[in-house]
């Protein structure tokens, strides 16, 4: 399988955090210290620099894949664009079809690898 599991772990430990999010409303910096806590790293991890492209210009390759998978989110209508420049939040959409359980319901989930 070609799947890297840390990527796909990655994606759904963003989607998460706009779900943990109040009201569903993240700003980037809120984004990338909340994903760096559920992976168990640091912020100073996240800041490390690579050199990228043909210029070599130094990014962050953590944050710059965290806004990939925001971008897919964006995609599939699950965040929006909040108003203001690196503000998102969760969609209408997103949680349309969604129900909280009844009082003594009990939900169980797993994953698997293949996700």
């Known amino acids: 399988m070609n ?3 840390l990527q796909i772990s990655l994606f759904a430990e963003v989607a998460g955090a706009y779900a943990a999010a ?3 409303v993240l700003d980037n910096e809120s984004l990338y210290a909340t994903v760096a806590e ?3 790293t640091t912020l100073e991890a996240m ?3 690579t050199p990228i492209g043909r210029a070599g210009v130094p990014r962050s390759t953590a944050k710059r ?3 990939w998978y925001q971008q897919t989110l964006k995609q599939l209508g699950v965040i929006e664009h909040a108003g203001e420049r690196g503000v998102w939040r969760l969609s209408e959409n997103a949680g349309k079809d969604l129900h909280r359980a009844a009082t003594g319901i009990k939900l169980v989930a797993f994953s698997t690898e293949l996700g």
């Open 38 to 40: 559920r992976i168990g």
């Open 3 to 5: 799947a890297n599991p």
């Open 47 to 49: 800041d490390m620099r």
């Open 22 to 24: 109040p009201c569903g």
């Open 65 to 67: 894949k965290i806004r």
